[in-house]
Each structure stands twice: as structure tokens, then as C-alpha cells.
């Protein structure tokens, strides 16, 4: 692993433990002038919004709230999908602003067995679209709908590129034709962002579907995808959890460490990605006046949960866990104690509290059955 990565686009990736930099992380728990947070009041009034905008500035750029219209349309319904137990609906959402258009295809199946309204795990689909078929002649583990129908939820998925094709160039033809002052701005959102941006205006469309619980809506995402989801669960509230699955550079994992992906490495390799103002930060990691435990920390006291591959050193399996026992402190705050042991669990051995849950399972940089498996088992521990 080591010299196959270390020979990714000539950057060298360290996968040293004894070489990760001495560093100071920002305290979650203390506002930008030093003040102490010592109750959930002071967080949510003070810290909180400081944190989000200290990520839209620096990272993933600002995301517009604003738009004129969102209409949707059922494409396709089928009330007999997966051999009976789960109505299929393919529908197109359609949001205007300034009168340009973007339209989100929505893959939907509702199980047939439950008493609607329904929580729903929505993935935001960055592989192949063969992952969503709505048809099941494809299956996928990646999106295994057919398991997540039998264990009563609802299940859906968008794809990336509605929003903003995953390209150095091609991105700007998706939701940033709709907010072109995005393009020009320092802290305009790109790629990621957009992203983010879909997964909230499908769960507005959400809202309006009598089918679904919009209250209980899950965002799950992998790798960049994973980034993504913390991005939107962070700031939009309306998510009741988030999964987060291989996110690694700047999603779940601790940049400050240098392990496995840099920010020089990931701003160079996807210069559309994030905010022109990253890029500040290439190889400048002490700079930065935020670290990624502090993006986690904003989805509380939604539960989360963040996973790692054992063989992906690549996302940082040490500092993603580190990540994620910084952020419970905030959870603290709302009496919802995680107790996390010190050192990540061993591979296979998922932690789920009643806050925060982490798995790092054995194998490759991928999303599985077993990921899927055990999001399953977090949420519906939760919902109890
Ligand atoms: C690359 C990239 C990661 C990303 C991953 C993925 O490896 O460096 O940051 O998470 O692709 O999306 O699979």
C-alpha cells in the first residue's frame, strides 16, 4: 500500500504513525475570541454558526439558501417493485432560480409493509449510476436497497453529476449555472458543495412526500460522496443523522495529522472540489483555524456515524476515530455521553453509543453490505 500510494501523481503519503507532525487542533469548545462553551445554549447561539462559517470560508464554500421555485414530477411509480414489497418512484425535482432550471432524478422505493410516513436513508450516488438501478436488474452492494426495504425503511439516491459533474472543468454545468456569483467568489462552493446543496432540496421534495418522514431523513455518503454528507447534515438541520463512510481528507479525518491524502494533495488533484480559499491551506495545515472534528461536532446531537476500511490508509482510519471522539465532547453538551475508549476499535468491531457510532471494517476503500448492515443497526437504535 505504502509505495503504490506513495507514488499517486508524485506526492508522498505518509503512513507512518511516528511521523505525523506535532499539532494543535483548534478547541471545539472555546468561541473565536476564547470564550468558553459551557452549555448548549452558548453553542448553538455562538460556536456553532462561528464553525459553520469558518467552514464555508475556508472549505467548502457558502451555499445558497435561496431559490424561486421546486416542482417535481413522477416519473415512474410502481407499486409492485422488488416482487411486491416496496412502491418504486422515479421522480424529477425541478428547482428554478433566475429561471435556469436543475433537475435531481430521485430513485425511490417506500416499503410496502410499513405505515407511512417512513425515515429514509438517502445516499448521494458518486459511482456509477448502475449502483441506483431502478429497475433491480443491477444489483449493488453500494446501494443495497432490497435489504434496507426489509428492514422498513425507505430508500433513495441521487446522483452527483445532476448537481455538479464530478470534472475539473464540467462541474460549473449543474447548480452553479443557477448561482454563477458562486463561481467568481473565494468562498463560492464548487463540487462538494453542490453536492450538499442536491441532498437538501431532495430532502425539501422530501417535505412534500406523504410517504416519507422528513424528520427522520439519513444522509449517507462514501468518500467524497461521505464528504459531502457531513457537509449537508452540518448545515442543514433538518437531517436527523448523518453516515459518513471512507470520507478521509477533508471529511471525516483529521487534517492536522498529514496521514495518508494532504489538503495540497486533495486541492490539486481535485481543484473543483472546494473553495477557491482551501487552497490557502496547501501544505499550511497549522494555519487552518478549523480542523474536521469541528464539522462532526456541527451535526450534534443528530447522531453520527463514521466508518474506515482497514486497508484505506489512504482516509486515515487513526485520525477519522480521533475525529470523531473530539466531536462527542459536543455532544456533552447535550447530556449524551459517548465515553469513547482512547484508541480506535479493532477491525470489525463497531463502537455504536447513543450519539456517535464508528466502524472500521476489514478490507478495502469501498461502500458494503456490512457498512450498510450496521447503519442499519445504528439508526434503528436510534429511532428506539
Ligand atoms: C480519491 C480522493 C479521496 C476520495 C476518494 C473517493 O482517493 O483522494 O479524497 O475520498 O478518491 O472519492 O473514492
Redesign the pocket.
Given at each position: 500500500i505504502l509505495i503504490k500510494a506513495q507514488a499517486?501523481n508524485g506526492f508522498q503519503a505518509n503512513y507512518d504513525e511516528a511521523k505525523v507532525p506535532a499539532y494543535t487542533l483548534p478547541d471545539i469548545l472555546k468561541t473565536t475570541t476564547n470564550q468558553p462553551v459551557q452549555n448548549k445554549k452558548t453553542w448553538e447561539k455562538v460556536r456553532r454558526p462561528e464553525i459553520i462559517r469558518l467552514f464555508e470560508e475556508n472549505v467548502y464554500g457558502q451555499t445558497p439558501k435561496s431559490y424561486d421555485r421546486l416542482t417535481y414530477t413522477v416519473k415512474n411509480e410502481n407499486a409492485q417493485a422488488m416482487g411486491g414489497k416496496a412502491t418504486l418512484k422515479e421522480v424529477a425535482i425541478e428547482v428554478v432560480k433566475n429561471n435556469k432550471p436543475l433537475t435531481i432524478n430521485l430513485v425511490l422505493f417506500v416499503p410496502n409493509q410499513k405505515k407511512s410516513p417512513v425515515p429514509v436513508f438517502l445516499l448521494i450516488n458518486?459511482?456509477g449510476k448502475d449502483n441506483m438501478d431502478p429497475t433491480r436488474a443491477q444489483k449493488s452492494d453500494f446501494w443495497p436497497a432490497e435489504m434496507v426495504i426489509d428492514s422498513g425503511y425507505a430508500v433513495a439516491a441521487f446522483h452527483v453529476s445532476d448537481l455538479a459533474p464530478d470534472d475539473t472543468t464540467k462541474y460549473v454545468n449543474g447548480v452553479l449555472q443557477l448561482y454563477p456569483e458562486q463561481l467568481t467568489a473565494n468562498d463560492g462552493m464548487k463540487a462538494i458543495g453542490a453536492w450538499a446543496w442536491g441532498a437538501s432540496r431532495v430532502l425539501d421534495y422530501f417535505e412534500k412526500d406523504k410517504a416519507i418522514d422528513a424528520k427522520k431523513v439519513m444522509v449517507v455518503g462514501?468518500?467524497?460522496?461521505?464528504?459531502a454528507s457531513l457537509w449537508a447534515a452540518a448545515e442543514d438541520q433538518r437531517f436527523a443523522m448523518c453516515f459518513t463512510n471512507?470520507?478521509?481528507?477533508?471529511?471525516a479525518a483529521l487534517s492536522h495529522r498529514r496521514f495518508g491524502?494532504t489538503i495540497r494533495?486533495?486541492n490539486t488533484?481535485?481543484p473543483h472540489?472546494f473553495a477557491k480559499n482551501y487552497k490557502k491551506y496547501n501544505d499550511n495545515e497549522a494555519a487552518l483555524p478549523l480542523d474536521q472534528h469541528m464539522l462532526l461536532a456541527a451535526i450534534a446531537p443528530r447522531p453520527l456515524y463514521a466508518t474506515n476500511a482497514s486497508k484505506d490508509l489512504?482516509?486515515d482510519p487513526t485520525g477519522t476515530y480521533l475525529s470523531v471522539k473530539l466531536a462527542s465532547k459536543v455532544y456533552e453538551l447535550y447530556g449524551i455521553k459517548a465515553n469513547l475508549p482512547a484508541n480506535p476499535p479493532g477491525i470489525n468491531q463497531p463502537i455504536m453509543t447513543s450519539s456517535v457510532g464508528y466502524h472500521n471494517r476489514e478490507g478495502e476503500?469501498n461502500l458494503t453490505a456490512y457498512d450498510w448492515s450496521n447503519f442499519i443497526k445504528f439508526a434503528t437504535d436510534q429511532f428506539k
Open positions: 499517486q458518486n459511482r462514501h468518500s467524497r460522496g461521505g464528504k471512507c470520507s478521509g481528507n477533508t471529511g491524502e494533495r486533495i488533484v481535485f472540489w489512504w482516509a476503500h
